[in-house]
């Protein structure tokens, strides 16, 4: 009799372990599916597309974490005007030396960050990227880069960027989520300029005036060395960073 339970038993788990296989596959496929469906031909289709699945991602319990203050509220919410993104990498910050290129620091490829609105408000944000001669959405839901789009165009204006020949076009958000960091940096011929969305303690950059990247580079990286050094044997055993 105790042999049979445990036969039965076996066969049970062994039926139970490939209907949760099957059942997984069919959920990665389904994953599949959804991402190739989210490469288009323009930055903004992608966009729109990411607020749709923003929307169908919405639901009571997670409608505040995507910045909303209801499901009522994201009904009525639109895409703004976008603004370029770059993400600097902490790994790459760690292993930068005085003379390397900014761009060799940033990770992944072209992004842009279109602010999800209601009534004129940022409340979160779609972020896309550049796949080859396509475009995907990259992430959706994020309510600190709504609101850092928010603040960037608002310092843009403050700081009359436009009267010394910058344009909108020209500015862009650097966001550095290693080191919990986020700056606003514009491209004027052939050099870039940036500055701290905050005054960071420890970080040897004003928010009082926009920095030569390459110089900010610098204090930057020293930075991010000092924080490895008191954590980074924590970070590298949770895998927080890249």
């Not at 839901?141 to 020209?170: C, I, P, Q, T, Y």
Request: net charge positive; proline share 2%.
């Amino acid at each position: 009799m105790y042999l049979k339970s445990i036969l039965i038993i076996s066969i049970f788990l062994s039926v139970l372990f490939t209907a949760c296989k099957k059942e997984e596959q069919v959920g990665k496929d389904k994953m599949t599916q959804n991402t190739e469906k989210q490469i288009l031909k323009t930055p903004e289709d992608a966009g729109k597309k990411g607020l749709q699945d923003l929307m169908k991602l919405a639901n009571d319990s997670n409608i505040k974490d995507l910045g909303f203050g209801s499901l009522d509220e994201i009904r009525s919410a639109q895409l703004g005007n976008s603004l370029k993104l770059r993400t600097l990498s902490y790994d790459r910050l760690l292993g930068y030396k005085e003379g390397m290129s900014s761009n060799e620091l940033f990770a992944g490829g072209e992004q842009l960050l279109f602010p999800v609105t209601v009534k004129g408000s940022n409340k979160s944000s779609v972020v896309v990227e550049k796949a080859g001669d396509n475009w995907k959405v990259s992430s959706l839901g994020d309510r600190g880069l709504g609101k850092l789009a928010e603040d960037g165009r608002n310092d843009f204006h403050k700081r009359k960027l436009d009267s010394s020949g910058v344009k909108e076009a020209d500015f862009f958000l650097v966001t550095a989520p290693g080191i919990n960091m986020d700056f606003y940096a514009y491209t004027k011929k052939d050099s870039s300029m940036i500055v701290p969305a905050a005054q960071y303690k420890d970080l040897k950059l004003s928010t009082e005036r926009y920095t030569d990247i390459k110089s900010a580079l610098v204090a930057i990286s020293d930075y991010a060395r000092e924080f490895d050094r008191k954590y980074g044997e924590e970070i590298k055993k949770k895998h927080l960073v890249k």
